[in-house]
Nanobody, 122 residues
Framework: QLQACGGGLVQAGGSLRLSCAAS?????????VGWFRQAPGKDREFVAA??????YYADPVKGRFTISRDNAKNTVYLQMNSLKPDDTAVYYC??????????????????WGQGTLVTVSS
């Protein structure tokens, strides 16, 4: 029901915008949407979340990444600027039918996209 795209290879300092499209349900039907990432050999970790108009970011991406949603296009975005090699990971979008205070925890989300690979070269 969620499909992420927009990943690719970019040099350090560059930018990418990831998109997450929903099918079967509009994003307006989700109270909370988020992005997570999983680097090789590491656990999946929280990146950013959006609940209505409140934004949440992991410390490593604050000031560089921006999460947004366009209900008219039924799409959630993750704008990533000033990318670093440490940002290399598979990025996943996720959605929850209800707001949960534990927005950075994987079990808080009901639906997941398949992931898109972001590789940042030094």
């Amino acid at each position: 029901q969620l499909q992420a795209c927009g990943g690719g290879l970019v040099q350090a300092g560059g930018s990418l915008r990831l998109s997450c499209a929903a099918s079967g349900r509009t994003f307006s039907g989700y109270d909370m949407v988020g992005w997570f990432r999983q680097a090789p050999g590491k656990d999946r970790e929280f990146v950013a979340a959006l609940s209505w108009t409140t934004l949440y970011y992991a410390d490593p991406v604050k000031g560089r990444f921006t999460i947004s949603r366009d209900n008219a296009k039924n799409t959630v975005y993750l704008q990533m600027n000033s990318l670093k090699p440490d940002d290399t990971a598979v990025y996943y979008c996720a959605a929850s039918l209800y707001y949960r205070a534990s927005y950075s925890y994987l079990p808080s989300y009901d639906y997941w996209g398949q992931g898109t690979l972001v590789t940042v070269s030094s």
